[in-house]
Nanobody
Framework: QVQLSESGGTLVQAGDSLRLSCAVS????????MAWFRQPPGKEREFVAA????????YYTEAVKGRFTISRDNSKSMVYLQMNGLKPEDRATYYC??????????????????WGQGTQVTVSS
């Protein structure tokens, strides 16, 4: 059974840094693209960042480029999202997910087969 469990979300001030973690079990992570999505209050879930299997390259949504960094440790089955320079608009519930989709679909929410329960990030101005 595939399980993903996010942690690290909390209340921070604008400009602060935060690192989210995602523990993965039930699959061999090296075979999967791993991604972070987020869902702001009252809005749809959106792509944030992805790490292409087995960890050779990354993709980011424009809004977080230069501020967020996705990384993975396949040996520990962990995925991370380092978030620097947080802004109030980064407030959301953050989810990690896994996929074997084509690279052209790596930002597509419906291409991800398993999700965690999410971790909430709140950024005060």
């Amino acid at each position: 059974q595939v399980q993903l469990s996010e942690s690290g979300g909390t209340l921070v001030q604008a400009g602060d840094s935060l690192r989210l973690s995602c523990a993965v079990s039930g699959l061999r992570m090296i075979n999967y693209h791993m991604a972070w999505f987020r869902q702001p209050p009252g809005k749809e879930r959106e792509f944030v960042a992805a790490s292409v299997r087995p960890g050779s390259s990354t993709y980011y949504t424009e809004a977080v480029k230069g501020r967020f960094t996705i990384s993975r440790d396949n040996s520990k089955s962990m995925v991370y999202l380092q978030m620097n320079g947080l802004k109030p608009e980064d407030r959301a519930t953050y989810y990690c997910a896994c996929s074997t989709a084509a690279l052209s679909d790596i930002r597509q929410l419906d291409k991800y087969r398993a999700w965690g329960q999410g971790t909430q990030v709140t950024v005060s101005s």
